[in-house]
């Protein structure tokens, strides 16, 4: 099975996605950590925003590399983002009381895509796979965490949440300047 970075011949377009995605999170993050005193409502609003914005870009990268094998996970992963955040939008009062569960889900089936991620840049040759594949399994373990202790309150949630966000924004933000060295190594050989 061919991967995005098996192919590299066709330079991956829209590498700054993968920025615009990360600093968007860790900017949520970042957020969440010096606003420990406002309540669920304001994490239910950051987080909402943050996945449909995280839907939107990720679609219009999937959309915009169709020469890559794997574009179908990245335009799933996308709409999934673009129905939670919807849903959360629309249904604040509900998302304030299962929030945990869909961001420790979110988180999982991140962490998961993630590893999926290094192990392609580890087939490449990228010396930095292994980070990535510690940023899937750190997203794996914080979602585990929250499924484990869902009520443990709100502000341990928001300081765990952030934490995750922030993490996650980091391997986001890493992976967009590896495409972007791809894309100049797949410019060069062309």
């Not at 970075?5 to 920025?19: H, M, P, R, T």
């Not at 979110?106 to 580890?122: P, T, V």
């Not at 929250?146 to 300081?159: E, F, K, Q, S, T």
């Amino acid at each position: 099975m061919k991967t995005m970075f098996d192919e590299i011949q066709q330079a991956v377009k829209n590498w700054w996605l993968s920025l615009i995605l990360g600093i968007i999170f860790v900017g949520v993050g970042i957020g969440l950590l010096f606003t420990p005193a406002q309540s669920y409502v304001v994490l239910s609003i950051l987080f909402s925003v943050a996945v449909l914005i995280s839907g939107i870009f990720e679609i219009a990268f999937a959309i915009s590399n169709k020469h890559i094998s794997s574009w179908g996970w990245y335009l799933a992963g996308g709409i999934i983002d673009i129905i939670i955040g919807i849903y959360l939008i629309v249904f604040p009062a509900i998302s304030m009381e299962v929030i945990p569960f869909l961001i420790a889900f979110w988180l999982m089936f991140r962490g998961f895509s993630s590893i999926g991620y290094s192990m392609d840049l580890k087939r490449y040759g990228t010396s930095e796979w292994g980070w990535y594949l510690a940023f899937g399994i750190f997203a794996i373990f914080c979602s585990i965490i929250i499924l484990w202790h869902p009520v443990v309150g709100a502000l341990y949630a928001i300081y765990m949440i952030s934490f995750a966000f922030i993490v996650f924004g980091s391997f986001r933000i890493m992976l967009a300047f590896e495409l972007k060295n791809l894309h100049k190594r797949g410019n060069q050989k062309n």
